[in-house]
């Protein structure tokens, strides 16, 4: 359902998108698939490309300012506020500059990253709704333009995995669906984390 006079992309997912995603959901009688709401996580006009240097994430290309807001419901995992970020240094684990990482209701974490500012109020472990704000556009840490990179990926340690929390599945085909008006054409990320998960495990790098 697309909110008139808004950017927001509301997306219910049900068992039929599940099953347009090619999700099994086991044998046996059938069982009532959970239901979320997905949001697209910049207000206002943006684009993205299907491809992403290095490992899978996409780079949300968007005028810096423009609000950024959960995608589902969930809960603050981690953020910063600081801008640690030293090209001389070229550390993996501050190159996004300001963030925010969510673990959504669906067991999803969901990162976004470059931020110009983190919102009011916000710390691990508050919740928060689709389509909350959690912070704004902008071009802090390793960052050449304005854009959001924005992860998908389980929570394996919880906090620190900075490797894990950038991304680990492609976010674009979600993204592409959360911004259809068709419900049963929206795709959630759950079953391909959870798949990938079960194949990997959450490996440990320093």
């Keep these: 359902m697309r909110t008139r006079g808004s950017h927001l992309w509301l997306a219910t997912v049900t068992a039929t998108a599940l099953a347009i995603a090619g999700v099994v959901l086991g044998s046996g009688p059938a069982a009532a698939a959970p239901t979320y709401t997905y949001v697209f996580p910049v207000v206002g006009h943006s684009g993205y490309a299907h491809k992403h240097h290095g490992y ?47 673990k959504g209701v669906d067991g999803v974490r969901y990162y976004g990253s470059h931020l110009s500012k983190v919102a009011r109020g916000l710390r691990p472990g508050v919740p928060v709704s689709a389509g909350q704000r959690i912070g704004n556009v902008g071009r802090t840490g390793d960052a050449g333009a304005c854009h959001l990179h924005f992860g998908i990926s389980p929570v394996c340690a919880g906090t620190g995995d900075w490797w894990i929390r950038r991304g680990i599945v492609w976010p674009w085909p979600y993204l592409d669906t959360w911004r259809k008006s068709d419900p049963t054409l929206h795709r959630s990320p759950q079953p391909e984390v959870r798949a990938w998960l079960a194949a990997n495990g959450c490996p440990a790098r320093n």
Aim: net charge negative.
């Design 56 to 102: 899978p994430a996409s780079d949300i290309i968007a005028a810096c300012g423009l609000p950024v807001v959960s995608p589902v419901d969930g809960v603050v995992l981690e953020l910063s506020r600081v801008d640690k970020w030293d090209p001389k240094v070229n550390d993996g684990a501050t190159r996004g500059g300001l963030f925010v990482s969510i």
